[in-house]
Nanobody
Framework: QVQVVESGGGLVQPGGSLRLSCTAS????????MGWYRQAPEKQRELVAS??????TSYTDSVKGRFTISRNNAKTVDLQMNSLKPEDTAVYYC???????????WGRGTQVTVSS
């Protein structure tokens, strides 16, 4: 079992920055991928960025060059978000994928609002 907790959301003006953090606990040695998803009102949840245990990263096109995902240690992942736009407004969820067995874990989400 893995527990996932996010922090760092809030209200920011367009062009501003926020840093989200995700901390996993429990069987952290089984973690293979950690990532961030977001879900805006009336939209489907989408993958924003992910990072594997070996450090390989992936980003959705709309955030490339603005967001950076980093893995501080085996259990903590940050998402640095710069040049934020109103369309980045959403609830951001941390996702953890484990191996042996393969399972998917989610945090409860943190609200990010970009507005003037």
């Amino acid at each position: 079992q893995v527990q996932v907790v996010e922090s760092g959301g809030g209200l920011v003006q367009p062009g501003g920055s926020l840093r989200l953090s995700c901390t996993a606990s429990g069987n952290i040695f089984s973690i293979y991928v950690m990532g961030w998803y977001r879900q805006a009102p009336e939209k489907q949840r989408e993958l924003v960025a992910s990072i594997t245990r070996s450090g390989n990263t992936s980003y959705t096109d709309s955030v490339k060059g603005r967001f950076t995902i980093s893995r501080n240690n085996a259990k903590t992942v940050d998402l640095q978000m710069n040049s934020l736009k109103p369309e980045d407004t959403a609830v951001y969820y941390c996702n953890v994928i484990t191996v042996g067995p393969s399972r998917n874990y989610w945090g409860r989400g943190t609200q990010v609002t970009v507005s003037s």
